[in-house]
């Protein structure tokens, strides 16, 4: 009796540790499981990429480029990269994504504003894949651990970009062919979104910062992408008096239009120096290729991507494209390189309210309209003495109509 008990107690106490370790390999499978699920081999990744139009555009040509470049730089087969283009920014969004999605894609980008509200229906549709969107401005209210935004600090390219226009305005003006105060700056713009006003605003400060007297003309097409519009624009400024024309929209007609008219040209996106040699100066751009780089990885290694991601001049995602010394002034290259160093060392800050008023006041407050884009401020976004965009949501949000810019057509009339 004695041994059967014995025996029992013996039994029961391997039954005991083995239950043990039962119990422990139950509790860490599904977390080991959970691990695994959020890492894709690079062999097997595949990535999706919607566009708002094709290589014709130079906003799209830019992205189309950053992807090629990421894609090769992380070893992704070409197979395992679909790109969607011409992609309008309605339902066909979803539907596109939606499609990439079922082919396998473990992450989704797409590149236009209107593109949003579609990636974010997506994204609620098919939990397991990461959504990112550039320029859009709602990951971070969403609340959506699959949807992502991003951006740069492309107010800072356009600045240096504005540095280049002043410093040709003065060599004209040195030269003889206009006098100081008719040192107006022509811009054709999209759409009245703070992302344009943003960009318009800091290349003036830009300019500005090496031509004092320097004032500009806005007009808007109504449209990221017509030709026929763009060039209209800036033919109008141009016959305005404008003696520098730039842009934020997405086709050649501004700058074959400066060619045409031999005036001076600051493009966007690229460089335009194959089309207009006489008149291209330099182009700022976004380069998405570290953005890419950066969410593909975090896929690839199970990472959190952030809300909201911001580039900068030291990610390298925000660039100038080389200067034409044929139309450029002398000592551009010089004092673009003087800028970065100041902005890098956090001396220069580009919508510094010293440098600029609004109705001949100096801006000490403004709320910005930072959470839900329904043109309702909600943060403070004047800190030290600058308007520190892009700190709290990627996409810009800088919307103030500062003194020295006059706006024509904004009703796209």
């Known amino acids: ?14 039954l005991f540790v083995v239950g043990c ?14 691990d695994d699920a959020k890492t894709v081999s690079v062999e097997d990744i595949k990535v999706g990429f919607i566009f708002l139009h094709d290589e014709n555009s130079t906003y ?3 992205f189309i480029n950053a992807a090629d470049e990421a894609c090769t730089a992380l070893g992704i087969k070409d197979e395992n ?21 079922e082919q396998g894609c473990s992450i989704i980008f797409a590149d236009s504003f209107g593109h949003e509200d579609f990636m974010i229906q997506a994204a609620e549709k098919f939990p397991e894949v990461q959504f990112c969107h550039s320029t859009g401005i709602k990951a971070h209210t969403q609340n959506l651990p699959n949807y992502h935004n991003a951006f740069a600090s492309i107010y800072e390219g356009r600045y240096l970009a504005g540095i280049a226009a002043g410093m040709k305005l003065n060599e004209m003006i040195a030269a003889g062919e206009f006098t100081a105060d008719e040192a107006k700056i022509g811009y054709v713009g999209a759409f009245t979104y703070a992302e344009v006003i943003s960009g318009y605003t800091s290349f003036f400060l830009g300019a500005r910062s090496v031509c004092p007297t320097a004032t500009m003309e806005v007009t808007f097409t109504g449209s990221w992408y017509d030709e026929a519009k763009e060039k209209e624009g800036a033919n109008k400024l141009i016959a305005n008096g404008c003696k520098l024309i730039s842009q934020h929209a997405d086709s ?3 700058p074959t239009a400066c060619e045409v008219a031999g005036v001076p040209n600051v493009s966007y996106n690229g460089s335009t120096i194959d089309a207009c040699p006489n008149t291209f100066i330099v182009s700022s751009r976004i380069n998405w290729a570290p953005y890419y780089n950066y969410a593909i990885k975090s896929v690839l290694d199970g990472t959190e991507i952030k809300a909201d991601w911001t580039g900068t001049i030291e990610t390298g995602s925000v660039v100038l494209t080389d200067i034409n010394e044929q139309a450029a002034a002398a000592g551009t290259q010089e004092a673009i390189d003087k800028a970065i160093e100041e902005m890098k060392a956090g001396t220069l800050h580009v919508f510094d309210t010293a440098n600029f008023t609004k109705d001949g006041a100096k801006v000490e407050t403004y709320m910005a309209d930072v959470d839900l884009g329904d043109q309702q401020g909600d943060t403070e976004a004047i800190k030290d003495g600058y308007f520190n965009e892009s700190a709290d949501r990627s996409a810009p949000y800088f919307d103030i109509q500062i003194d020295g810019i006059d706006l024509l057509d904004v009703n796209f009339g």
Not at 81 to 101: H, M, R, S, T, W
């Open 1 to 14: 009796m004695k041994l059967t008990k014995k025996i029992l107690a013996v039994i029961l106490s391997v």
């Open 21 to 34: 370790f039962a119990g422990c390999s139950s509790e860490k499978a599904p977390e080991d499981n959970k």
């Open 60 to 62: 799209d040509l830019n």
């Open 81 to 101: 990269k679909i790109y969607k283009k011409n992609v309008p920014e309605g339902q066909e969004c979803f539907d596109a994504a939606a499609d990439l999605a």
């Open 252 to 254: 050649m007609g501004a």
